[in-house]
C-alpha cells in the first residue's frame, strides 16, 4: 500500500526557509493530488496546499504568499517551501494524499508527519 | 471562509456506551465532508469520507450523518481503541477542520 514519508531539517531560524520532502511508496505520484497539512503542538490541522502531479496547485489564502509546493514525478515525491517562517510555523507538517481523485477531498494516506522548530 | 465548529470540546463516555460528536459548518458544504480519529503521537486516520461513506477497513461501529451545514458522528459501541482526539473536515472548498474533540474515558 501506499506510505508516505516527510523528512527535512527539525529546527529552522526565523526568517528563513522551511524545506521539506515527502517520498513517495508503495506507488505512484501520478494521477493523485497531494496535500501538506500542518499540526502547531497541541493544536488543531491547518491545510497548507496541494500539488496534482502535473504540476498544478493551490494554496491556503493565509498562507499563499509564502508558500510553495513543487513534484518531482522521477523521484515519486513532492516538496513544501514556507518562506520568511517565524515562530508561529512552529507544528508537525505531514504530507496527504487526496482520496477520491478531487483538488478538493479527503485525505485516505497520511505522512507519519515530521516536527519542524523556529528558533534562533 | 467556511468555518468548521466542533462540540463538544471533550466529550466524556464510558467504554461499550454510544458517543455522539457533532460538527457544523458555516455555510453549505453539502456532502463534501470527513471525519478523521487521531491518536498521540500518529498522524490522523480518515474514518468517513463523502459524509457517511466509511473508508476502508473501518469498523462498523463508526457511522456518520448529516448533509449541508449540521453532521454527527456516532460511534455505537465505544471500544478502548476509540478514546482519541476526532477532527472533521470540509472540502466543498479549500479544506478546513474542526478544532476537534476529546473522546476520553469516564
Known amino acids: 500500500q501506499v506510505q508516505l514519508q516527510e523528512s527535512g531539517p527539525g529546527l529552522v531560524k526565523p526568517s528563513e526557509t522551511l524545506s521539506l520532502t515527502c517520498a513517495v511508496s508503495?506507488?505512484?505520484?501520478?494521477?493523485?493530488?497531494w496535500s501538506w497539512i500542518r499540526q502547531p503542538p497541541g493544536k488543531g490541522l491547518e491545510w497548507i496546499g496541494y500539488?496534482?502531479?502535473?504540476?498544478?496547485?493551490n494554496y491556503n489564502p493565509s498562507l499563499k504568499s509564502r508558500v510553495t509546493i513543487s513534484v518531482d514525478t522521477s523521484k515519486n515525491q513532492l516538496s513544501l517551501k514556507l518562506r520568511s517562517v517565524t515562530a508561529a510555523d512552529t507544528a508537525v507538517y505531514h504530507c496527504?494524499?487526496?482520496?477520491?481523485?478531487?483538488?478538493?477531498?479527503?485525505?485516505?494516506?497520511w505522512g507519519q508527519g515530521t516536527m519542524v522548530t523556529v528558533s534562533s | 471562509e467556511i468555518v468548521m465548529t466542533q462540540s463538544p470540546a471533550t466529550l466524556s463516555v464510558s467504554p461499550g456506551e454510544r458517543a455522539t460528536l457533532s460538527c457544523r459548518a458555516s455555510?453549505?458544504?453539502?456532502?463534501?465532508f470527513a471525519w478523521y480519529q487521531q491518536k498521540p503521537g500518529q498522524a490522523p486516520r480518515l474514518l468517513i469520507y463523502?459524509?457517511?461513506t466509511r473508508a476502508t477497513g473501518i469498523p462498523a461501529r463508526f457511522s456518520g450523518s448529516g448533509s449541508g451545514t449540521e453532521f454527527t458522528l456516532t460511534i455505537s459501541s465505544l471500544q478502548s481503541e476509540d478514546f482519541a482526539v476526532y477532527y472533521c473536515?470540509?472540502?466543498?472548498?479549500?479544506?478546513?477542520f474542526g478544532q476537534g474533540t476529546k473522546l476520553e474515558i469516564k
Open positions: 496527504a494524499r487526496h482520496h477520491d481523485y478531487g483538488a478538493y477531498d479527503a485525505f485516505d494516506v
Open positions: 508503495g506507488g505512484s505520484i501520478s494521477g493523485n493530488y
Open positions: 500539488i496534482y502531479y502535473s504540476g498544478s496547485t
Open positions: 455555510q453549505s458544504v453539502s456532502s463534501d
Open positions: 463523502g459524509a457517511s
Open positions: 473536515q470540509q472540502y466543498n472548498n479549500w479544506p478546513r
